[in-house]
């Protein structure tokens, strides 16, 4: 099943998660704990009789959690299901073959108490365009729960017509929502939520516009238990809609566990959810081929009732419609070519590869983060080959919670990702349209506001369809171009337009040319720097499956002394990352592409040294050092590095406004794009400005 429980073993009476095996005839039971099942089921406890034999009524009792020897218990899973199925199966005739009995064992699994409270609200709307805001309390795993009530009071930063000054905190299913809220003035929107007079959170920023676009924030890529995943599709999107509060949704099913039956359920669902200007579903699923002949690839339809492609039938005892499946990626590409579709590449257990295939007419994006890490060289890797796509994150989520996506106790570390999609209208068609022409940006699962646009002297040609693969497209002619864009200039070089309004203090903003930076842009200067030292790890061990990176060290302050620590993206609540003394600190943790670390604000920074001691990389700086510009200590692998910096004391600028001049090359593409790191360890990354000028 898909879980993160406890790990059942039958050796230690003491320990968590202990099993114990009675049996009530003649013969003794044995235990076998190991990876031995099918896709989902893979964990398996093996009860063996030796001995003797079954008889009609004998009763094999299996105890998980057993407590009578000292063993606290089973540590349950962290994220909620409606039915945590122990499936229970037997091999009556020693053939190896096992059958499930037709009665199966399941509890429910309820979150626990309010931890944290969190407020939503979308990043870009019109003057007047209604939009929606929501509140929920989520446990300490993520699980927004019915266990938080109180006082609430709204302190907003312009008027907002509709959202009441107070309320009691009383949800009906784990948050609330207000729907039809209007700003009629342009400026920007930020929510102090208190509750019971204690500031609670924050909600915003939102940007209120009148240039005529908004800003619609999706999820599209998790799965349930339908294949490998909790809960159920109904659940699923009740949760991206109203847990999450989210704008635009999809379900992603691997394609060689999907039959005909659930199929027609999921495309039934999505038209019944489906709801133009509240809430856009589309119905689509994982082609899921191997690395080798092409890797994951997420497929989106715009309307229901169209066929699915599978890459195999590996888990399907029906495979009468083997025929239809895409066994490769230009198998795939070669049946979507009629079909109102797009296609993403992304990084999970398969990894795509962008060197087999690319259709620039149908894969219109690569996923840069999810709940698996981060992966900024699926686009840059892509570049040298002219390949145009725009960037989205989601969750690849299997717990059930899309656009909410927390790791919980295993071996992924990072929260799943969100995209924002920049149109005029949230349907389905201007969303896929958005798609088509890359006006959308990702981040690592905030809700900051990112602007980046173009500007040019003479006139430009911008084409709404890509001419490498539509030459026969009429371009427009324009004076400016936003993310996504594709543009032939005639200018050697073309001012860019950067707006940042985040959550969060600004910690950097890279302005690109492909994998290259052209500038930093920070919100602070080297006259600004104070007593707070940096200390972050980062990185991959590859881009497979495995790629996980395990870090284990000791950050240890010679001298100086630590008079507060704050932690980054320490988003495994089971996991260590600690001050220990007044000079320590000690961690354990993993990365997966992104990063991870802490904030130590120091008495006497200026003196003595920093050790740190890690499984990855040891390394010794002395503390006068650390500067202004980040030290970088590569540690091997793919980008795995640890890094330090000074920063100031005070919380940085939330807000980042700049305009700079890039020189575009004389041929190939030029193509612009920005990324942002928050000061509590967010990312966003824009979608790339494709210029060319030949």
């Given amino acids: ?241 109203n847990k999450a509060f989210l704008d635009v949704c999809a379900h992603q099913a691997n394609d060689f566990q999907i039959n005909q039956t659930f199929w027609h359920k999921l495309n039934d669902l999505t038209a019944k959810v489906n709801e133009p200007g509240r809430f856009t579903v589309f119905p689509g699923y994982e082609w899921s081929g191997n690395t080798a002949v092409g890797g994951d690839h997420n497929v989106f339809y715009a309307t229901e009732g169209r066929p699915i492609y599978r890459c195999s039938h590996a888990l399907l005892e029906d495979r009468s419609e083997m025929s239809d499946d895409a066994n490769t990626l230009t198998d795939l590409f070669a049946k979507l070519k009629d079909e109102d579709a797009t296609v993403y590449a992304h990084v999970g257990g398969r990894y795509c590869n962008i060197h087999y295939d690319h259709d620039p007419r149908i894969e219109t994006a690569v996923e840069m983060h999810s709940a698996w890490g981060t992966f900024e060289w699926v686009l840059t890797d892509g570049f040298p080959m002219r390949r145009r796509v725009g960037v989205v994150c989601n969750s690849d989520g299997h717990k059930g919670r899309p656009g909410a996506s927390y790791p919980g106790a295993s071996r992924f570390g990072a929260y799943g990702g969100l995209t924002c999609f920049l149109t005029d209208r949230n349907d389905r068609g201007s969303i896929m349209e958005a798609q088509r022409r890359r006006h959308h940006y990702g981040t690592t699962g905030c809700r ?146 992104n990063f991870m670390g802490f904030d130590a604000y120091l008495a006497d920074s200026r003196t003595g040294r920093l050790n740190i001691s890690t499984n990855q990389r040891m390394l010794d700086v002395a503390l006068k050092e650390v500067g202004f510009a980040p030290s970088v200590f590569d540690a091997g692998g793919l980008g795995k590095k640890i890094t330090i910096q000074r920063l100031p004391d005070a919380p940085l600028e939330r807000s980042v406004i700049a305009t700079r001049s890039v020189k575009i090359s004389e041929t190939g593409d030029t193509p612009v794009w920005v990324r942002v790191t928050t000061e509590d360890g967010f990312q966003a990354w824009s979608s790339p400005i494709y210029l060319y000028r030949k």
Wanted: glycine share 10%; charged share 25%.
């Fill in 1 to 241: 099943m898909i879980t993160d429980a406890g790990k059942p073993q039958a050796t230690d009476p003491t320990a968590e998660n202990y099993v114990s095996a009675e049996f009530s005839g003649n013969g003794e039971i044995s235990l076998r704990i190991g990876p031995e099942g099918a896709r989902p089921w893979i964990l398996t406890v093996t009860a063996q009789l030796n001995g003797g034999y079954l008889s009609e009524g004998d009763q094999i009792t299996l105890t998980f959690g057993d407590t009578s020897k000292g063993s606290p218990g089973m540590l349950m899973q962290t994220f909620v299901e409606e039915g945590y199925e122990l499936r229970v199966m037997t091999d009556v005739q020693a053939t190896g073959n096992f059958l499930p009995l037709p009665d199966q064992f399941a509890i429910g699994v309820h979150p626990g108490p309010g931890s944290n409270w969190r407020a939503v609200l979308p990043s870009l709307r019109q003057v007047g365009e209604g939009f929606r805001f929501g509140l929920k309390c989520e446990d300490k795993w993520g699980n927004p729960t019915d266990q938080a009530s109180g006082r609430v009071r709204i302190e907003t930063s312009i008027p907002v017509d509709g959202l009441p000054e107070s309320f009691d905190y009383v949800p009906s299913d784990r948050s609330m929502i207000f729907d039809d809220l209007t700003v009629n003035e342009t400026g920007t929107l930020r929510l102090r939520i208190f509750v019971d007079d204690m500031l609670a959170c924050e909600a915003g920023p939102m940007v209120v516009s009148d240039a005529g676009l908004s800003g619609y924030w999706g999820d599209l890529h998790g799965q349930t238990g339908e294949t490998v995943g909790v809960n159920s599709i109904e659940s699923y999107f009740d949760f991206a809609r």
């Fill in 448 to 593: 900051m506001h990112l602007a980046v646009s173009a500007r040019f002297e003479s006139d430009a040609a911008l084409f709404r369809r890509n001419p490498l693969s539509s030459p026969d497209v009429v371009p427009d002619n324009v004076r400016n171009a936003m993310m996504g864009d594709i543009v032939r200039v005639t200018d050697e070089t073309v001012d860019i337009d950067i707006r940042v309004e985040a959550h969060a203090g600004i910690l950097e903003v890279e302005l690109r040319d492909a994998d290259e930076v052209i500038e930093r842009l920070q919100t602070y200067s080297p006259d600004d720097l104070g007593e707070r030292i940096r200390v972050t790890w980062s990185g991959a061990e590859y881009r497979g499956r495995g790629r996980d990176v395990r870090w284990t060290g000791r950050a240890q302050f010679d001298q100086a002394r630590i008079r507060d620590l704050t932690t980054i993206n320490t988003w495994n609540p089971e996991t260590i990352l600690d001050q220990r003394g007044s000079q320590s600190v000690v961690w354990n943790g993993v990365t997966t592409g």
